[in-house]
């Protein structure tokens, strides 16, 4: 644990040092350590909780592209604006938006990071199999247009 503060503060004081912005973002968020969730998240009232097994496998970079995801949340207001729209499909496209921002600005994300690449390749795979479902007779419903 005591490795996963130091990332933690090593990231910060880097952030710092070259996104202020950010930098400032971050400190006014409050970490939790949390072992129940696979990655990170951040709820409204900016609390994140990590899961400090993943954390130790960033890179500093990595870490560092991480809690700006997280901060961007909030800053965007992706808790606001979500409404009434499917939290799956909203938390996915809100993490490929921020996540295209962050690549776009030079931050080295995670490998494993959501891309709108991924999500047309997804399109693709779905089309294909709802064609070969139309073709064997299959019936099903569109969930949304």
């Not at 295209?100 to 080295?108: K, R, V």
């Amino acid at each position: 644990m005591v490795e996963c503060k130091e990332k933690l503060l090593r990231a910060k004081v880097q952030l710092a040092r070259k996104e202020p912005f950010f930098a400032y973002l971050v400190s006014l968020l409050q970490f939790v350590w949390d072992e129940s969730i696979q990655t990170i998240s951040i709820n409204p009232f900016g609390v994140v909780r990590v899961n400090p097994k993943y954390f130790e496998r960033l890179s500093d970079r990595e870490a560092q592209a991480v809690l700006c995801h997280e901060v961007l949340h909030c800053a965007l207001e992706h808790f606001l604006r979500r409404k009434g729209r499917d939290k799956m499909l909203w938390n996915v496209a809100v993490d490929v938006a921020v996540n295209e921002l962050l690549d776009s600005s030079g931050f080295s994300l995670p490998k494993e990071a959501l891309r709108y690449h991924q999500l047309e390749s997804w399109k693709k795979q779905l089309d294909a199999l709802k064609a070969d479902l139309k073709r064997r007779g299959v019936q099903f419903r569109e969930l949304s247009k």
